[in-house]
């Protein structure tokens, strides 16, 4: 098993920055990708960007440009921390976004959201 707790949501005008982070422990040995997914109010989940083991990144259309993923296998072997730095934000990324992890991590997988692993969620909200 794996536990994801997000942190670093908040309000913020638009054309700030955030940096959201999340911290996996647990059986991170078998984590082959991560990602953060934003869910908007009456909207479906959607990816917002993933990362592989080996550092290849997948970005939704509204990120690209503007945010940046990162991980940092950190020197505590018990823990994985993956970040999100958010700038430029813009109403329409106001929303719960999702920390997830995920054993397999195909292409597939990432984009579609059929990750294993879910965190409980940070809320991001922007303001005009």
């Known amino acids: 098993q794996v536990q994801l707790v997000e942190s670093g949501g908040g309000l913020v005008q638009a054309g700030g920055s955030l940096r959201l982070s999340c911290t996996a422990s647990?059986?991170?040995?078998?984590?082959?990708?991560m990602g953060w997914y934003r869910q908007a109010p009456g909207n479906q989940r959607e990816l917002v960007a993933a990362?592989?083991?080996?550092?290849?990144?997948?970005?939704?259309?509204s990120a690209k440009g503007r945010f940046t993923i990162s991980r940092d296998n950190a020197r505590d072997q018990a823990k994985n921390t993956m970040y999100l730095q958010m700038n430029r934000l813009k109403p329409d990324d106001t929303g719960v976004y999702y920390c997830?992890?995920?054993?397999?991590?195909?292409?597939?997988?990432?984009?579609?959201?059929?990750?294993?692993?879910w965190g409980k969620g940070t809320l991001v909200t922007v303001h005009p």
């Open positions: 997830a992890a995920d054993r397999i991590g195909t292409i597939m997988r990432r984009v579609g959201g059929s990750m294993d692993y």
């Open positions: 647990g059986s991170i040995f078998s984590i082959n990708a």
């Open positions: 990362i592989t083991r080996g550092d290849i990144t997948d970005y939704g259309e």
